[in-house]
C-alpha cells in the first residue's frame, strides 16, 4: 500500500512571476481522471470527512494555506500545505478532511479516478472496517 506523502514540484524562477507545473505520472503517482477545487469556505468549517476505496488524489494549496488531517483507522498525521509548488499525495483508504482554510485559500485536488458515489465511504466506523477488509 502506498503512503502519504509531500510531493515536491518543479519551480521555474523568472522576475516576471514563478511557474510551477505537474503532469501525469511524471510528479505524481498516477493518471489524473478528475479534477475539482475547494475555495469560499467559511470560518471554522471542515471538507471532506470521507474516505475513498478506490481514488488516490494529489491535494495542493493554490492559494492560502489549510491543513489536511489523514487518518487510517488507528493513526492520525496532519500536514499544512501552504505553498503551490508543493501537495500531498493522499492514497485510497485513507480517511482525510481538510480544515483551518485562511482566507481567500484554494484547494486544488486531482483524482486518479472519475467522479463515482460508489467510490466514496462516508461513515469512519464503515471506513475502518473496509479498510481491514482490504487488508486481508
Request: with cysteine; hydrophobic share 35%; charged share 25%.
Amino acid at each position: 500500500m502506498f503512503n502519504p506523502k509531500i510531493i515536491n514540484l518543479p519551480k521555474i524562477l523568472d522576475p516576471r512571476g514563478n511557474l510551477s507545473f505537474f503532469e501525469n505520472s511524471n510528479q505524481i503517482p498516477f493518471d489524473i481522471k478528475r479534477t475539482y477545487w475547494i475555495y469560499d469556505v467559511p470560518g471554522g468549517e471542515i471538507r471532506g470527512s470521507h474516505a475513498f476505496k478506490n481514488s488516490h488524489e494529489f491535494i495542493i494549496a493554490l492559494s492560502g494555506s489549510f491543513d489536511v488531517v489523514l487518518n487510517d483507522g488507528e493513526n492520525e498525521m496532519k500536514y499544512s500545505l501552504n505553498r503551490s509548488y508543493y501537495g500531498l499525495y493522499v492514497p485510497n483508504l485513507l480517511w482525510r478532511s481538510i480544515e483551518n482554510f485562511s482566507t481567500n485559500s484554494c484547494a486544488l485536488i486531482v483524482s486518479s479516478i472519475p467522479y463515482d458515489v460508489a467510490d466514496y465511504v462516508r461513515d469512519f466506523e464503515e471506513f475502518k472496517i473496509v479498510r481491514n477488509e482490504a487488508k486481508k
